[in-house]
């Protein structure tokens, strides 16, 4: 049983998944997108999305606390993807994965994420190039919705990325035009898992144990991938598995305080009081003392007045 730290462009970026993987419990993170155009990315665009880079062991890069990282790539020339795919393993990327999910209208407008969805050829065509730019033991996986506007094309476009060689492949229990609404449609995912076989790894809607166990239930995936939930309840991965139990409100200030020494230093310092205010809008989900702390500082706008307040 595995428990995967979701990719969430601009939320779970590398300060986050430090943090996180430091409580425990989670087995792989996947990067925010970098997002392929025309072009090699360069070795510091890379790093930056992915500071663990500068980590490698020959297992690959990992987190402080050893969790492996797989860098993920967006765009939809398969020629490029592979370059790009070639390089990030070379850099020491534990694998690589493909976003064929992301719901951003900018991102669709420009052929990449869900937007591809629509054309099963194309996935076939970029996986298949991934795969032979890469060497043969590393891993390459995919990440997909249900479809774009509607799931008729569900089973096509995962049996298409299985067919062109990809290792395992999540699957985001919604269409890109069902967004985040609830419900997640886990039983969708059970029909692509009994259609292929590699791995499937069931994503949506999964914010406690009781949730984990559900969907685990319903998809027949045993590997179970977390974004929300994660931020919404920090030690989500150690709940699920039964490891420890829901970690009380004082030590998740604690932990507010913990993320603010890594956000009020560096490139980054500046977001900081929109990241802290973000933190906590996913934390009142499941703390009330969150949305109590949110209302003390949603008017505070530097670091050193927040911190301080912490």
């Given at each position: 049983m595995r428990v995967v730290l979701a990719p969430m462009d601009g939320v779970l970026d590398h300060f986050m998944r430090d943090l996180?993987?430091?409580?425990?419990?989670?087995?792989?993170?996947?990067?925010?997108?970098?997002?392929?155009?025309?072009?090699?990315?360069?070795?510091?665009?890379?790093?930056?999305?992915c500071p663990e880079l500068t980590n490698v062991s020959a297992y690959g890069c990992t987190t402080e606390a050893g969790t492996p990282v797989r860098v993920q790539l967006l765009g939809q020339t398969p020629n490029c993807m592979a370059d790009n795919a070639a390089k990030v393993i070379e850099l020491g990327s534990y694998g690589v994965d493909v976003n064929f999910g992301c719901p951003s209208k900018?991102?669709?407008?420009?052929?990449?994420?869900?937007?591809?969805?629509k054309d099963p050829e194309n996935l076939y065509q970029i996986i298949s190039a991934i795969k032979k730019s890469v060497p043969e033991d590393a891993i390459?996986?995919?990440?997909?919705?249900?479809?774009?506007?509607?799931?008729?094309?569900?089973?096509?476009?995962a049996q298409a990325i299985e067919a062109a060689g990809a290792n395992e492949l999540t699957v985001h229990a919604r269409t890109k035009?069902?967004?985040?609404?609830?419900?997640?449609?886990?039983?969708?995912i059970a029909k692509i898992k009994q259609n292929?076989?590699?791995?499937?790894?069931?994503?949506?809607?999964?914010?406690?144990l009781d949730d984990a166990q559900k969907c685990r239930e319903v998809s027949g995936c045993t590997d179970i991938m977390v974004g929300r939930g994660a931020l919404m309840l920090p030690?989500?991965?150690?709940?699920?598995?039964?490891?420890?139990?829901?970690?009380?409100?004082?030590?998740?200030?604690?932990?507010?305080l913990d993320y603010s020494e890594y956000e009020t230093?560096?490139?980054?310092?500046?977001?900081?009081?929109?990241r802290?205010?973000?933190?906590?809008?996913?934390?009142?989900?499941?703390?009330?003392?969150?949305?109590?702390?949110?209302?003390?500082?949603?008017?505070?706008?530097t670091a050193e007045t927040i911190r301080a307040l912490l």
């Open positions: 996180l993987t430091k409580i425990g419990g989670y087995d792989l993170c996947v990067t925010e997108f970098v997002r392929v155009v025309d072009q090699i990315i360069s070795d510091r665009a890379f790093l930056r999305y900018m991102v669709n407008k420009n052929r990449g994420g869900a937007i591809l969805l390459v996986s995919a990440k997909i919705r249900l479809g774009y506007e509607d799931k008729s094309l569900a089973i096509e476009n035009v069902e967004g985040y609404k609830p419900p997640a449609h886990w039983q969708w292929i076989n590699i791995p499937v790894i069931a994503n949506g809607d999964i914010f406690t030690n989500l991965a150690l709940v699920i598995k039964q490891i420890a139990p829901v970690k009380p409100w004082h030590e998740v200030r604690a932990l507010l230093y560096g490139a980054k310092s500046k977001y900081y009081p929109n802290i205010k973000q933190w906590l809008k996913y934390l009142k989900l499941q703390y009330t003392e969150a949305d109590e702390l949110f209302q003390e500082i949603r008017t505070l706008k």
